[in-house]
């Protein structure tokens, strides 16, 4: 990771974004029947061999809560020496964590990412058609969140907007969740993904074209803002 900072450095680029820093967690269910079991990671031998440090004993099978604390100590000290590698290089550090505190998804203390010095940008993506929450409520919500943990540690408060399987007549959504978000002080507002995923079958939106007609009248809105 450190050689591909600084090849990208060598681009001139200006920064770089980790997005949705996560572990895997999924549900194992046998192939000819018996109990399902959740299996997470990471339970490399590396792992293993510093959760024991750590802990004091065998890293277990079940998702306890040292288990919980150890898998989000892990991304956190991962970002953080990312993140410090890029500013050595001049590059500026961007992180979007998912819009959830689930122990599942890794992170569940956000302010442990926020805290990171060399991190400049701090953001969430509360994608409501794809969690099925209202559109208010859930940006609303997460742009609190993300607004008061940036200015708490003096980041840029950044909120990224659906723009992929957006179902159709629903499009207007889009303009309600960057309304929400700027009226809670985000200022950086991001739309993933390009012309509504119109290139990408597994995520396209059922209308494209009329998904980027919303996003760019959102942003027209308050380009002069």
């Keep these: 990771m450190a050689t591909w900072i600084e090849l990208a450095a060598k681009t001139g680029a200006e920064g770089v974004f980790w997005d949705e820093p996560h572990l895997f967690f999924g549900e194992f269910t046998p192939l000819f029947g018996g109990k399902k079991r959740d299996i997470w990671g990471c339970t490399c031998t590396v792992c293993k061999d510093v959760f024991k440090q750590q802990y004091r004993y065998e890293m277990p099978v079940d998702f306890t809560d040292d288990v919980k604390d150890f898998r989000q100590t892990t991304i956190v000290n991962f970002l953080e020496y990312l993140a410090n590698e890029a500013s050595k290089k001049g590059l500026k550090n961007s992180v979007c964590l998912f819009p959830t505190t689930d122990p599942r998804y890794g992170i569940y203390a956000w302010e442990k990412v926020a805290m990171i010095k060399s ?82 079958t597994y995520v396209r939106s059922d209308r494209p074209d009329v998904v980027w007609q919303h996003v760019r009248s959102a942003y027209l809105k308050y380009k002069n803002k």
């Excluded at 997460?142 to 399987?165: C, F, M, N």
């Design 119 to 200: 991190l400049d940008v701090f953001g969430s993506d509360p994608y409501w058609y794809a969690y099925q929450q209202d559109v208010t409520e859930f940006v609303r919500h997460i742009s609190h969140e993300v607004y008061a943990l940036s200015k708490k540690y003096d980041k840029e408060p950044q909120i990224w907007i659906q723009g992929y399987r957006v179902p159709a007549r629903r499009e207007e959504e889009i303009v309600t969740a960057v309304d929400v978000a700027y009226d809670s002080g985000i200022r950086n507002i991001a739309t993933w993904s390009f012309e509504g995923a119109d290139c990408m």
